[in-house]
């Protein structure tokens, strides 16, 4: 395993100079290490029935955090297990009262998600700043200003805008979204800059669509085709059993496809001072860790997880890279504020995917 | 002396010191400029718990921080100032044979909470719910249903009612607390099929009368489903279904990465067996009801043969007899049938007379 070594000072450090420096990420966690802290902490969780998750949950980002290099130093996450095991409470008490009440009451439900549907801006506000804030370089907390009315407008507003535009506008609601939540974030106190162009999704979204309708067509046709084997329940899952593996296998390569160029335009566009960061996933490596990933934990049936987990994030960090327009020692600290974790932890139970 | 990196907050600017423990004063060096970085009582630091072989913080209380990769030594900075409390988790990661020890109560601890544990909180909560909130709960479900796929039912009002009273007076001794009621429809897609909602309504297609030959039979019917409701079968599978789900997010709540169907498997099997162990149940009611009512269990056997066997194309899944109702999320049952099942009964299947 490297390891980075904090004695040797980063050639340039100290002279200050116009040509760019390329810093690489590094990642050095280890399966084998990161499964015994796994084994540990799902034991714990399970004799605390659930309490321990908090810690847990602390000392996996510690341990992702603290493995993760660049520049000589490494991140770390900060936040406090007594904090997000409140959050952890409150939503599942939250959760269980929704259960409840759809379940006796089922007339309330759609109150009850529209209600959710209203919180979640907020629930996604409080969610990045509770993260951003609890995580730091350098002794330099991140930190995450966007607020919920801005929230409301990019996760609710716009999208509502979908059913008037036929989808056309969707390429363009992910660039909001996404720009919203790259420009409000901060490192001390500097803002973060997301400079890609609404043109750059459009283009994407435009191939994976096609993509899409492809294999549609490649692959529901010929089936359209095959009328005369509905007489024939044999022919018919022999027919079924070439289409539908191509048909899965079709859509998982576009799936990937589509995650690994939206990383990359995400992260390739992200600016901060004069530096920029790069990232240069391939699709090709992402979908073998994917399909390795998936076959390892189906064999050892789970047991690979925290190996699956590893894998990804070195390859994900080994593909970032840092253009350093000067050397990174002169990022200053802003003043913090404390963010409740119930945000973040309300995320969780419901699954709110902020797409970051 | 400890070798790594000190950073004091207010920027980004990396040292590359050292520090050194002397008696109760903790004095951190540059270690190019020899320069005093920090002199501070030992009092006023904080060691950052080990994570595996992570970059590890030393925190001063003046907002300061030092950080480095070399654990062992900060183990033994450690082990003269403060012993902390969290060193007994690194431990528990880094000895083997507690490896297998945990692994093995996991596994023991899982197997017991999915075979007890869950089942049983679940039947324990439904219960101390009182019976009166349990009174709409479904009916939306069969609102649902009606304008889906059901229709009115096209037996004629007086052999509707004969059916109703003959089944209502058969509850008589038993002491119920829910009220039952039955409808009938037009089943269509669901066939020959009987299913209860939670608030005691009982609902029989055409088809599953038709398919009688006895009235007998669908007495047996009647008792199945009526251990459906008394063993509140439908909010226990709620229940266990969020307390799966609540686990799932407590122990992975982080694996969204890995795409859901990993998880969503194993989850989706264990409620197929709590849904078949409800099934079991409720056969388990209708074998004591019809002793009590000196009723041939026979007819249970007979009924559930000829529903197996019933031709039925346009509903592949309530003919099935392995087939779980998968698709309509247990809200209502259909009758899986295997050999085991009729077994139970004791009986011969009661031969039906030639039907007119």
Redesign the interface.
Known sequence: ?D????????SG?NSSTLTPKSYEFEF???GS??F??W??N??L???TL?IY?AWA?V??K??F???T?L????F?YLANPITILKG?LIA?AI??TY?GLA?????FEPLLILTLFIVTPWLIVRSLAFNALNSA????RFNFVGNTGQAAKEYIAFPLLILFTFGLILPYIRYRQTRFTVDNHLF?DTRFNFIATSGAYYKLFAIVFVAMIAIGIIGFMPMANLGELKEDPEAMMAAMAVYLPFIYIAMGLVGVYAQVKLLNLLFSNVTIADHQFESSLKVGRMLWLHIS??LG??VTL?LF?PW??IR?ARYRLQQLNFLAATD??????SQSENVSATGDEIG??F?V?VGF | MIQGNFFDGSDSKLHAAELTLSGDTVIVHDSVSRQILLQIESAALAINARVGNSIRAITFNDGSKFETNDNVAVDALQAQIAPSKQQWLYWLENHYPMMFAMLASIIIIGWLSVQYGIPGSAKWVAHQVPADLYYDTGEETLKYMDKAFLEPSTLSINRQQTLRNTFLSQLDELELDIPIRIEFRQGNLMGANAFALPSGMIVFTDELVNMACDDQELIAIFGHELGHIEHRHMIRSVLQSSFIAIATVMLIGDASFLGEVIIALPAFLLEMNYSRGFEQEADAYALAFMQQKNITPGFFTSIMSRLERSPNPDDVETVDAEQEPSNLEGYFLTHPLTEERIKQFGQPAIQCPAKS
């Open positions: 395993m390891k980075v070594d904090p004695t040797i000072n980063m450090e050095t966690g280890s290490e990161y015994r802290i084994i540990v799902i034991l969780t399970i004799l659930g998750s949950k000392r996996t510690r341990y955090y603290g493995n290099h520049a000589q130093s490494s770390d952890r599942v959760l269980m259960i379940t006796i009451y089922p007339i370089y350098r002794n330099i001390g990933n998936l934990i189906i789970g997880y699956a987990k990804m990174l020692n002169s990022f200053t600290a969780d139970v699954a995917d």
